[in-house]
């Protein structure tokens, strides 16, 4: 997301800076990028990222500061808590925090009179003890979450006796819905809607991230995402998982006040900038092809597909998608595939853990009460 936006502002004309925590990531080597700067790990060094982030924003003069994943939630505490020049797109980190909470999401959405599946908030053995019986009938899944992480699909009630809820760390449990899944990503000011983009993830990395996107449109979709923005006053990005029933309406899963992969139907640069700066405009997605990175379908996607014996339906897709890193006059980023991956999977070993976990674990965000027991490692 952070390569594509780079890319955007920079056709715009705009001078682009980027800063993260990896070493070596694939946005860097990209001619869009003006300067590069790493940055300390907000989940394990909360005040140098603060200090780092205030240092760098003061002395590059940044007028704009646009976040593309959790790191979101450290900004907007630090634009809280200190006086920045620069602008965050983002709104106020309460509001953050509780369209991240996917049971305060779900209360949000019922406030706004929106339609939503019923969800029951867990918070000791007690709770989980009250909806046990009906396990088989519900999706279970901690509330401060991302990548479909630990969720638990119409579990046995023995699944459910194994979770461990607290007020500090609460899990939901949620009316299973079937239906087509569909995501949402959106740009709003002020309440109002600027840029959408409905799609749908036809191949996952594992059960969480989708890594081949197909453009959809869905009237129903849209009018929740408009209600919602214009309900929240919101101004910044924003994206939902949504469900598609077989009536037609469509009710929400859950938010993610971020970016997401719909930002990639998006490729006129100074429209989608403006809309980003001064919130004028109304924008439409101006790809319709599906849309991929090449390297993550065949790690992820071809392995599902022998498994489902529909090797053939995978190189129709493979050969249907554009791979969303290519970009005129910008061939590197492409190229710094492997050795972004190689730094991934470097963490990933040394800390046992996926690779999807490791590349967002410096900046994973689980509510103002969240500790870690991991430890920074050389």
């Known amino acids: 997301m952070a390569l594509h936006l780079a890319r955007l502002f920079h056709g715009a ?5 980027l800063a993260d925590t990896p070493a070596k990531p694939i946005s860097a080597t990209s001619r869009a990028c003006d300067g590069y700067f790493r940055l300390p790990p907000p989940r394990f060094e909360p005040k140098s990222y603060a200090d780092v982030v205030e240092d760098l924003v003061k002395r590059e003069n940044v007028s ?18 200190r006086g920045m020049t620069a602008r965050l797109f983002a709104p106020d980190a309460d509001v953050l925090t509780r369209a991240h909470n996917k049971f305060d999401f779900i209360e949000i959405c019922k ?12 918070q000791n053995r007690a709770d989980l003890a009250s909806i046990r019986s009906m396990a088989s009938q519900m999706v279970f899944k901690p509330a401060w979450s991302r990548f479909a992480s630990r969720v638990l699909l119409q579990p046995k009630p023995e699944e459910v006796d194994a979770l461990a809820p607290t007020p500090q760390a609460p899990w939901l449990a949620q009316e299973f819905i079937a ?18 983009s409905l799609y749908s993830s036809i191949y996952r990395a594992g ?10 449109e869905n009237e129903a979709a849209k009018a929740f995402v408009t209600d919602f923005a214009a309900g929240t006053g919101w101004t910044g990005q924003l994206s939902f998982d949504l469900i598609l029933k077989t009536d037609g309406a469509v009710l929400p899963l859950e938010c993610n006040p971020r970016a997401t992969s719909g930002l990639h139907f998006f490729c006129d640069p100074k429209p989608f900038a ?17 849309q ?7 790690i992820y996607g071809l392995p599902a597909a022998l498994r489902r014996g529909d090797l053939r339906s995978f190189m129709h897709d493979l050969k249907s998608a554009e791979e969303l890193l290519d970009w005129p006059q910008d061939p590197e980023p492409k190229r710094a595939q492997w050795r972004a991956l190689g730094e991934i999977a470097a963490l990933a070993l040394r800390h046992r853990i996926s690779l999807q976990r490791a590349s967002t674990r410096d900046i994973e965000w689980d509510g103002p009460d969240q500790s870690s027991k991991e430890k920074l490692s050389g």
């Open 13 to 17: 004309g705009w001078r682009v800076l």
């Open 64 to 81: 704009l500061v646009v976040p593309t994943c959790e790191e979101i939630f450290y900004l907007a505490a630090l634009w809280r808590e």
């Open 111 to 122: 406030s706004l009179k929106l339609a939503v599946p019923h969800t029951v908030l867990l």
């Open 179 to 196: 239906g087509q899944e569909i995501s949402a990503y959106a740009i709003a000011q002020n309440g109002r809607l600027q840029a959408l």
């Open 207 to 216: 059960k969480g991230a989708g890594i081949y996107f197909k453009p959809v």
């Open 274 to 290: 403006q809309a980003i700066w001064t919130g004028e405009g109304s924008l439409k997605p101006d790809i319709s092809s599906p």
């Open 292 to 298: 991929t990175v090449r390297l993550a379908l065949w």
